[in-house]
């Protein structure tokens, strides 16, 4: 079976291949883990990491197809939106092996020298690749640019020149450090602190609002001293993979065109149509943290028994609530019957719920150290390409592709995959510009909407769910020493960091609180990534490369019938105690893994439904898309 690593685990830092020693891997493969690790020692910026990858993986693959007649390269020897990259005959060696390796080395490594340099860790990137470099027997102060003469090293070179000229003028406006150009937002920023509460300075409750926190650390574990900015809104305009003009529409705000593929439609709005449907889902982020108590009695069958298989998605915002209300008893899905692989059925795994939500929120985090969401699936993809069940057939069919190859073509085909999730997500993420939970839940908390007759009625509050969401009464252990709380509106949810003293032996738990302290399921460092939730990113990104996995290894499973994460009981979450027990997460295919993702980013009090949904629909999109335009470089 596959084993997979967390994202989030700080040891992940010193996780790096130097050596060319590894057996079976490819030169590709090492300058991949050079760049997941430059990856988790610069700052946390999803967009510009989905860049990263795709353009690294992508002229690592020009490198490699000017050695292969039947395949021609993306950027080398094309035009792409506009620039030009020319490209000379050379003769080919004899024995082409080597001469790939030159050139796919000195094409990543003057990329990332390039790229990474003003990171926060630039000297310990720099010193992984100028490692690996070394250990390859290859000379960094090697920098012609004229291979015209046949060198291997000058080709890479200039295909590193060429990908960095064109990242210079793609839309990323990487020359004044990805800095937004024209957005600004609406609402002030909500300070978050041990004794904030409530959220009286927001003006408008559609819109993304800005968190000032103290001692904020980024999702790369950098601490930063303001209220960070929206990270990326104008994303929808960087030059794509495989997006299609004719999926693009283009939107004017303050004199700036949002650039918008796939547009699924503005998200449900706090006084609009669908007002229903934005109370609704809100609100169940706050239910949904009430399931992040491992005591509360309630336990799951966590193993693909019962978990995964999700046949059919709801089609509208306001078929939603159904989908989500049948997680209340567990994944509503149908679980599989047999291993297909090994025809064996898959063992239950009973644990307790607030066990399984709180490991799947830390565990799909892509938090502090991470290799953040597009590289989290580089990972998947090296673990499944390590397996030896794997075949490494392309697409399920033809001959068995060597190492090199099979790195080669998968890598540039997720490279292109995540970056287009990144501008579609992205890309709707600055034009509907909408508010996250903590923002949403802390100023609806002024009143309930359901009843205008009862007591604290507001027609932006929060809907009364009996046993989750009620009105303080005079009885109330809350109003007790506390009659200011009569009246106000509590709910049943996870108490948040303000119940931690030490998180490696306390827990907050779960219990009636005032709703205007309510807090995500998340460290008090962070709380909410710096940009707006619709549509969610880690929805696009997983479900994206999920298919794409389907489709490049020519199976929905992975390989053996399932992969596995090791979870040890008390040493795995990392800001409050837990968990209580021993678990192994499981899932039989990659889409459910992508399901899962996309579930965590709820109990994680990120994300509610209604950013989730879209975001699978349309990483499936862009999976089809840019798998059928991969298979076009494959081929003259």
Known sequence: MVILTACGDSSKKETVVLTPEREGQSVARMWNEVLLHAIRNDFARPTVHARNLFHISSAMYDAWSVYKPDTHGFLLGNEVAGFACSADTIDLPEDVLPQQEL???????????????????????????????????????????????????????????????????????EQNFYANTSYQPVNSPLIL???????????????????????FIDQAGNPIDDAPS?????WGSVVPFSLSDNDKTVYTRDGFDYQVYHDPGAPPLVEGPLSDEYKWGFSLVSIWSSHLDQNDGVMWDISPNSIGNIDSFPNSFTEFNEFYKKLEGGDPSMGYALNPITNQPYEEQIVPR???????AEFWADGPESETPPGHWFVVLNTVSDHELLEKRWAGEGDILGALEWDIKSYFAMGGTMHDAAVVSWGIKGWYDSIRPVSAIRAMATGQS??????????????????????????????????????????????GPGYIADPLVDQAGVGWILAEYWWPYQRPSFVTPPFA???????????????????????????GGMSEFEVKANDFLVFEEGPSVNMTLQWATYQDASDQCSLSRIWG????????????????????DSFEYVQSFFAQ
């Open 103 to 173: 050139a796919i080395s000195y094409a990543a490594y003057r990329i990332i020298q390039h790229r990474f340099r003003l990171s926060p860790g630039s000297f310990e990137i720099m010193d992984a690749a100028d490692a690996l470099m070394q250990n390859l027997g290859f000379n960094i102060d090697e920098e012609s640019l004229d291979y015209s003469q046949g060198s291997a090293a000058a080709l890479g070179n200039y295909i590193a020149d060429c990908y960095i000229q064109f990242g210079l003028q793609d839309g990323a406006n």
């Open 193 to 215: 602190n041990s004794g904030s509460f409530g959220n009286s300075s927001i003006t408008d409750l559609d819109r993304w609002q800005p968190l000032l926190i103290d001692g």
């Open 230 to 234: 929206f990270l990326g809104p104008e």
């Open 354 to 360: 607030g066990d399984y939500t709180r490991v799947l």
């Open 450 to 495: 359901s009843d205008p007759s009862l007591s604290s009625y507001s027609v932006n509050g929060l809907p009364l769910v009996d046993g989750f969401i009620e009105v303080v009464t005079e009885n109330d252990p809350i109003a007790i020493g506390y009659p200011q709380n009569i009246g106000k509106i509590k709910v049943y949810a996870w108490k």
């Open 533 to 559: 939730g619709y549509v969610s990113g880690h929805s696009t990104f997983s479900r994206a490369a999920a298919d794409l996995m389907t489709a490049m290894t020519g199976s929905e499973y992975f390989p």
């Open 605 to 624: 009090g990120i994300h509610p439904p209604a950013d989730d949904m879209p975001g699978r629909k349309i990483g499936t999109k862009i999976a089809v």
